[in-house]
C-alpha cells in the first residue's frame, strides 16, 4: 500500500516552537468563550439534574432510606425528548443504507464503482461508523458544535492460517497492517480549533484544529509502537513527564483535559485522570525501572496549517502553507510530527452546526432554544408537588405557652401532643388552629404546562406524534400521512445543511484517501453475495462519484402509496414499457423504496443469457417435434436432426445453477422428450 503522508524528524528547536504554538492555539480558545461551562450546563439539562435544592437532595435522601412520603422536586423532561427525537430523525436518513454511502457510475466503470463501494463497506463496518456518526448527530443538537476526525488508519489485526507445522487442530494468526478509512467523532469538551472562521469552514479554512485524550501507561506504549517514524529521542521524556506539565497546566479546568461532573448517581463518579499505580500494585518499586512512568496521560493530536520556516523545520518549499499532524504529549513533549501529503489538501477534522444562521458561535443549539421550556415546566409542576406537600403536612398556628414546638412537629403521624401545665383549665382548642388548605391553581397549571410543551415542539418544529406519543384526532388515515409527511420540513432542512456541511466534503475526504492509499485486496460484498477483488489501479481510472444511501429525502416524499400502486399496474397493463425501460431494476427499486429489497433475486446477466438460449432451443425442438410427425423415411429425419443443434448448457454461459433451486437446473423440458421419443419411434420402424 502506499504510504500515507510523511513522518518527518523535527530539531529540539522546532519542537519547542511548536510547544509554544500549542500553548498559544489552546490560551487563545480558553480566553475568548467559556465553552466548557456553557456545554455543562446543556448537559445539566439533558440529564435533568438542575436541581440541587435543599428540598429536593433532602427529599431523595429519605427516598433512599426507605421514607416514601418525601416528595421529590420534577425536572419535566422537554430537552431530551427533542434532541432524541431530531437525531433518531437524521439517522434514519443517513445511516440506514447499506453501506451508508453508495456509489454511482457510468456502465463501462461499474465494476470500479462495486470495489469502491466494497471498500467502504468494510472499513464503516470495521470502523463503527454509524456509531461514531449517531454521537455526532447528537453532540450537534446538543451544543450547536460537533467535530469529526476523518482520517486514514492503520491497525494491526491478525488472519488465520493452516499451518501442519504449528497445528493439526488450531490454525495459526498471522499479524498483518490494515488500513483504512477512519470516522471518530471527537468530545467537544476537549477539541482545540480555529474560532476565528465559521465552525462549518474550519476544515479548509482554519489554521488549526485538535483534541485531547487521555491514555494509560499501557495504551500509550500501544499508541507509540504504532506510530511510524516517531522521535525515538522523545519517548522516554514522554513516559516520564507529568500531566500539567509545560506552560498548560491542568489545575485550571479550562486548559486540562476535562471531564464534566454532571451525574450525581453515575456508576462511575470518579476523576479518570485518578487511577490505580499498578507498579506500587505489582511490588514494583519506581527507582528499579529504567523508565519512571506515570499512570496517565493527556495526548494531544493538533492539525496544523503552517509555514515550516516558521519554526526552523527543513522540509522543500518552506515558505508555502502546508498541513502537518503533531501528537504531543503532557503538553510538553512532541512524539511525532508528520506532514499531511493528503492530495484532498483539507484539515482532517470536519465540524458542524445542525443550526446555522450566520451568528457562527452565538447560534442557540436545539437543545438550548428547548431548556427555556423546560425550565419555566419544570417551575409550574413543582408548585403543584409543593402544594401536594402543603396538602398532607399541615399548617397551623399554636401558643408556645401551652403547646411545645418539639411536640406540634413531631414527623410521627400517631404521636400524641401534651399541653404544657400553664394549658390546664383551658380550652385546649384555643391552643391551635389549623390554616385551611385551598388549591384553585393546579387544574389551571396542567393546561398551562400542555401549551408550553406545544410551545417548545412550535421552537423546534416537532411534533408529539414525532416523539412516539399517541394523540386523538379526528383526521382519516390520508389526512394524517398528509400531515405527517409535511411536518418534516424543519428535519429535512437540517439534512441538506448537514449534507453541505459534513457528508459533502467527509465524501470527498474518503474518495480521495481510498483512490490515494487503497492497495489490492481481496473482501467480501454482502449486497453482492461474493467476494470483490480490490484493483487501486482501476479504481483510480474509473470516474465515480458517491450518493447518500436511503435517502436525504424520505421515501414518503419519493413516491406515495396511491403513485406506486399506480405505476405497478401501468407496468402489467403496458407491455411496451419494456422497450424503453429495464422492467426487473425497476421493479426492485420500486419495492426498495417501501422497504424490501430484492435486488438479492434478481437473476444475472449470465443466467438470463442461458435461459434466453434455452428458450430458442425449445422453440426450435418443438418446429422439429411437429414436422416429424408427417414424415415416415427415416433418411428424411435423419437429414432433419442434422439441423437440431445440441441442448444449451450452463456452462457454456458462465452460469452456475447451483444452489438455484430446481427451475434454474434446466431439466429436459417436455418438448425436448418428445422429439427423442418421435425420433427413436421412427429409427426403430426403419429398421
Not at 412520603?69 to 437525531?87: C, R
Not at 485538535?210 to 529521542?233: A, Q, T
Not at 528499579?288 to 527543513?314: C, G, H, V, W
Not at 415416415?632 to 441442448?647: I, N, R, S
Request: with cysteine; aromatic share 8%.
Amino acid at each position: 500500500m502506499a504510504q500515507p503522508n510523511t513522518p518527518m524528524l523535527v530539531s529540539k528547536k522546532s519542537q519547542e516552537a511548536l510547544i509554544q504554538y500549542h500553548n498559544q492555539c489552546y490560551m487563545q480558545q480558553q480566553s475568548q468563550w467559556n465553552i466548557r461551562e456553557q456545554m455543562r450546563k446543556i448537559d445539566l439539562a439533558y440529564i435533568r439534574e438542575e436541581d440541587q435544592s435543599d428540598i429536593h437532595v433532602q427529599s431523595k435522601l429519605s427516598n433512599r432510606r426507605g421514607d416514601p412520603s418525601k416528595i421529590q422536586n420534577v425536572t419535566v423532561p422537554v430537552v431530551m425528548p427533542l434532541v432524541e427525537a431530531a437525531v433518531t430523525y437524521q439517522s434514519s436518513v443517513f445511516l440506514t443504507g447499506h453501506p451508508i454511502f453508495g456509489i454511482v457510475s457510468n456502465p463501462q466503470n461499474m465494476d470500479a464503482a462495486m470495489q469502491m463501494e466494497t471498500v467502504i463497506e468494510d472499513q464503516s463496518i470495521r470502523g463503527g461508523w454509524v456509531r461514531e456518526l449517531m454521537m455526532f448527530f447528537r453532540d450537534g443538537f446538543k451544543y450547536n458544535l460537533a467535530a469529526m476526525e476523518v482520517s486514514w488508519d492503520r491497525s494491526v489485526t491478525a488472519v488465520l492460517e493452516t499451518d501442519i507445522g504449528f497445528s493439526t487442530k488450531q490454525a495459526r494468526p498471522k499479524e498483518i497492517i490494515w488500513e483504512g478509512n477512519s470516522l471518530r467523532r471527537r468530545n467537544p469538551y476537549n477539541l482545540i480549533f480555529d474560532m476565528r472562521v465559521p465552525p462549518a469552514e474550519v476544515y479548509w479554512r482554519g489554521e488549526y484544529a485538535g483534541y485531547k485524550e487521555l491514555m494509560s501507561r499501557i495504551e500509550l506504549k500501544d499508541f507509540i509502537n504504532r506510530l511510524p517514524d516517531k522521535l525515538v529521542d522523545n519517548v522516554i521524556p514522554a513516559f516520564e513527564s507529568s500531566i500539567g506539565a509545560s506552560g498548560v497546566t491542568t489545575s485550571d479546568a479550562n486548559l486540562g483535559y476535562y471531564t464534566p461532573q454532571l451525574n450525581p448517581d453515575a456508576l462511575l463518579d470518579r476523576d479518570p485522570r485518578a487511577t490505580t499505580n499498578w507498579l506500587s500494585w505489582a511490588g514494583l518499586s519506581g527507582s528499579d525501572n529504567k523508565i519512571q512512568y506515570k499512570d496517565m496521560y493527556e495526548i494531544t493530536t493538533l492539525y496544523a496549517k503552517i509555514l515550516p520556516s516558521d519554526f526552523s523545520i527543513r522540509v522543500p518549499a518552506p515558505n508555502t502553507p502546508q498541513i502537518w499532524k503533531f501528537i504531543i504529549v503532557n503538553n510538553s513533549v512532541v512524539i511525532y510530527a508528520e506532514r499531511q501529503t493528503n492530495a484532498h489538501g483539507f484539515l482532517p477534522m470536519l465540524f458542524s452546526q445542525p443550526l446555522e444562521d450566520g451568528l457562527d458561535y452565538q447560534t442557540k443549539s436545539l437543545a438550548t432554544n428547548a431548556s427555556s421550556i423546560q425550565s419555566i415546566t419544570t417551575s409550574l409542576w413543582n408548585s403543584v408537588l409543593a402544594a401536594r406537600r402543603r396538602a398532607i403536612s399541615d399548617r397551623g398556628i399554636y401558643d408556645p405557652s401551652r403547646i411545645s414546638d418539639v411536640h406540634i412537629n413531631n414527623p410521627n403521624p400517631a404521636a400524641k401532643i401534651p399541653v404544657r401545665p400553664s394549658a390546664y383549665g383551658k380550652n385546649v382548642q384555643d391552643a391551635y388552629y389549623p390554616i385551611p388548605f385551598r388549591d384553585d391553581q393546579s387544574g389551571i397549571i396542567m393546561q398551562e404546562t400542555k401549551e408550553l410543551l406545544q410551545m417548545g415542539n412550535m421552537i423546534t418544529g416537532q411534533n408529539p406524534v414525532r416523539q412516539g406519543q399517541f394523540v386523538k384526532g379526528n383526521k382519516t388515515l390520508r389526512e394524517f400521512e398528509s400531515v405527517m409527511s409535511n411536518a418534516n420540513g424543519r428535519d429535512q432542512l437540517t439534512a441538506m445543511l448537514l449534507e453541505a456541511q459534513i457528508f459533502t466534503p467527509m465524501k470527498e475526504i474518503l474518495k480521495v484517501n481510498i483512490l490515494q492509499y487503497q492497495g489490492g485486496v481481496s473482501l467480501f460484498n454482502r449486497d453482492q453475495q461474493k467476494v470483490v477483488e480490490i484493483d487501486p489501479i482501476a479504481l483510480r481510472k474509473a470516474v465515480m462519484d458517491f450518493k447518500i444511501s436511503d435517502g436525504l429525502i424520505p421515501s414518503e416524499k419519493l413516491i406515495s402509496d396511491d403513485a406506486l400502486t399506480v405505476g405497478f399496474q401501468t407496468l402489467q397493463s403496458v407491455p411496451q414499457l419494456g422497450a424503453g425501460y429495464n422492467l426487473t431494476p425497476m421493479f426492485s427499486y420500486l419495492m426498495k423504496v417501501k422497504g424490501a429489497d430484492l435486488r438479492a433475486f434478481e437473476k444475472s446477466p449470465e443466467q438470463i443469457a442461458y435461459e434466453q438460449a434455452l428458450m430458442q432451443w425449445q422453440a426450435m425442438t418443438g418446429a422439429i417435434a411437429e414436422s416429424l410427425k408427417k414424415i415416415d423415411d427415416p433418411a428424411k429425419v435423419q437429414e432433419l436432426l442434422k439441423g437440431l443443434p445440441p441442448q444449451p448448457q450452463p456452462q457454456q454461459y458462465g452460469y452456475n445453477p447451483q444452489g438455484q433451486g430446481a427451475a434454474a437446473s434446466a431439466p429436459p423440458t417436455e418438448v425436448a422428450t418428445r422429439v427423442n421419443n418421435i425420433t427413436n419411434n421412427i429409427t426403430n420402424q426403419g429398421q
